[in-house]
């Protein structure tokens, strides 16, 4: 087993998304890095983002009440930094950056054209929770660029190269190393055979160690495996549904 150090606590999940948040409205917009946001619920869609009242941010979006969170591809990352470190207070952090405002669908700040992915959100509740303030709000409308969907109207998020960050460092996502509900899958025929061919084979002498979820008992309601239907969207709203 690994030693393990420990430490005071702190604020340490990652991976997570560096979001380039807009507030206000088209014509007077601003926009900050947020990498304290998640989900919060899938039924209502429901989100949250924290933010530090010192922000030039914080009142326009209390006073507002509305936000986008436009995930930002790997291309953006010196721009999702740099309005992250500079306040809008006294520049225009679009013109700055050479950020394009699109017209958002249900709310009045802009969503950032270059931006893959959009979440337009509507602020529900305002929490203190110390030196940030969480706004939690529901999702009232979801873009995306065109490249990102299929012709059978899919969303595939591998297309977008999203941004992630952890403990201060930016990064690419890398990549697809399993699909939801792929722990659940049968070996394929072929791989059937080629462990069997394997298992009686005099050379064989090793036993295939059988993974933790195969040999552990199972409750009537792990039995239930996922559907064709429920696991096959692993980038839809289905797979959302975690
Ligand atoms: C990667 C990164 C993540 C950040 N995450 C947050 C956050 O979750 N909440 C927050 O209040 N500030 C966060 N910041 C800091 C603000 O984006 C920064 O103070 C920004 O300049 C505020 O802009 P404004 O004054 O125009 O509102 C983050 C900055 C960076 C670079």
């Known amino acids: 087993m690994k030693e393990r150090k420990h430490f005071a606590p702190g604020a340490l999940t990652a991976p997570i998304p560096p979001a380039m948040v807009t507030v206000g409205d088209f014509d007077n917009a601003n926009v900050l890095t947020i990498a304290w946001t998640g989900i919060l619920?899938?039924?209502?869609?429901?989100?949250?983002?924290?933010?530090?009242?010192?922000?030039?941010?914080?009142?326009?979006?209390?006073?507002?009440?509305?936000?986008?969170?436009?995930?930002?591809?790997?291309?953006?990352?010196?721009?999702?930094?740099?309005?992250?470190?500079?306040t809008g207070k006294k520049m225009d952090k679009f013109e700055k950056c050479q950020l394009t405002k699109q017209r958002s669908e249900k709310v009045a700040p802009?969503?950032?054209?270059?931006?893959?992915?959009?979440?337009?959100?509507?602020?529900?509740?305002?929490l203190p929770m110390g030196?940030?303030?969480?706004?939690?709000?529901?999702?009232?409308?979801?873009?995306?660029?065109?490249h990102i969907i299929d012709a059978d109207g899919k969303m595939h998020f591998e297309r977008a190269d999203l941004l992630a960050y952890a403990h201060g460092e930016y990064y690419s996502l890398g990549e697809?190393?399993?699909r939801f509900g792929f722990s659940t899958d049968k070996p394929k025929k072929s791989e059937k055979t080629k462990k069997n061919t394997a298992k009686n084979s005099e050379k064989a002498v090793k036993v295939e160690k059988k993974p933790f979820y195969e040999s552990a008992?199972?409750?009537?309601?792990q039995k239930k495996k996922p559907t064709?239907?429920?696991?096959?969207?692993?980038?839809?709203?289905?797979a959302a549904k975690k």
């Open 41 to 86: 619920a899938t039924v209502p869609p429901k989100t949250y983002i924290s933010v530090r009242p010192s922000r030039h941010s914080y009142q326009i979006l209390k006073e507002k009440g509305e936000f986008v969170i436009n995930l930002p591809s790997v291309a953006l990352a010196k721009e999702v930094d740099f309005v992250g470190i500079y």
């Open 110 to 126: 802009p969503t950032i054209a270059e931006c893959p992915i959009a979440l337009e959100c509507r602020v529900t509740d305002i």
């Open 131 to 146: 030196s940030h303030d969480v706004f939690m709000a529901d999702i009232v409308s979801v873009s995306c660029q065109d």
């Open 176 to 178: 697809i190393v399993g």
């Open 217 to 221: 008992p199972r409750s009537k309601q």
């Open 228 to 238: 064709d239907k429920n696991k096959g969207a692993p980038h839809g709203r289905k």
